[in-house]
């Protein structure tokens, strides 16, 4: 996944949520996301943290995989969305910082 807007990477493992099941499960019991990895649920308007023992980064991403809202360091027990997303991209804490990742900017990845 890249942010093409800033020329970076976002995450070089990023799995797809594109199941009513895989958005239900997302990160649920599994560990912590390594640097790299992420999860994009799609489609997908909010996300809750409950039952997580980790904070995510969350983006939220509309139609044009424009980035819409971002929220780094989402705490568990967290509740959020974004009336005007499509895609929710879950990644570790620190990611949308070091890749700039900011609302305007414009993702891509392979479909």
């Known amino acids: ?3 093409d807007t ?3 990477v976002v995450g070089s493992r990023v799995a797809v949520a594109d199941r009513w099941w895989l ?3 997302g990160l649920l019991g599994r560990p912590p996301l390594a640097a790299g990895e992420g999860l994009l649920l799609d ?3 909010a996300v809750h943290m409950l039952g997580m023992s980790y904070p995510l ?3 939220f991403v509309d139609e044009l995989r424009r980035v819409v ?3 780094p360091g ?3 027990r967290a509740r959020t969305g974004f009336h005007a997303a499509r895609y929710a991209l879950e990644l570790p804490v620190g990611t949308l910082e070091r890749s700039g990742t900011s609302v305007g900017d414009t993702l891509s ?3």
């Open 23 to 25: 958005r239900l499960r």
């Open 57 to 59: 980064d969350v983006a």
């Open 69 to 71: 809202a971002i929220y």
């Open 43 to 45: 489609p997908c308007r």
């Open 6 to 8: 800033r020329g970076a």
């Open 74 to 76: 989402l705490a568990p």
């Open 1 to 3: 996944m890249a942010n």
């Open 109 to 111: 990845w392979a479909s």
